[in-house]
């Protein structure tokens, strides 16, 4: 893990404090280059208020970089219990092992 992949991980992970909805499944997140990639993966009961709290997060990420990076959001609906593909650096993942069989 680089030290650009630890500041990304620190910097999701503030972004998403107070942010999390009980439809979240999963936030991942990449940096290729100078792009900063931001997955969101919901539950089929996501609204588009859950999709809007993802994305300020996201926006507070991007805000912690300089001019010239730039930001791709990818969200969402993967129902449960479907696989979900994350990115590089998993930010957060719903527990769900319980509750699907």
């Known amino acids: 893990m680089t030290?650009?992949?630890?500041?990304?991980?620190?910097?999701?992970?503030r972004a998403l404090q107070g942010e999390i909805t009980s439809s979240l499944r999963s936030v991942s997140v990449e940096l290729r280059e100078k792009?900063?990639?931001?997955?969101?993966?919901?539950?089929?009961?996501?609204?588009?208020d859950d999709f809007e709290l993802m994305s300020v997060a996201c926006t507070?990420?991007?805000?912690d970089y300089p001019w010239g990076y730039g930001l791709e959001e990818i969200i969402k609906y993967v129902p449960a219990p479907e696989n979900m593909k994350h990115l590089e650096n998993l930010i957060y993942l719903r527990?769900?092992?319980n509750y699907y069989k």
């Not at 792009?35 to 588009?48: G, M, P, Y």
């Not at 507070?60 to 805000?63: H, M, Q």
């Open 35 to 48: 792009k900063i990639i931001w997955q969101c993966l919901f539950d089929s009961d996501a609204t588009e």
């Open 60 to 63: 507070e990420v991007i805000a």
């Open 95 to 97: 527990h769900e092992k």
């Open 3 to 13: 030290e650009e992949d630890n500041k990304l991980i620190l910097s999701s992970i």
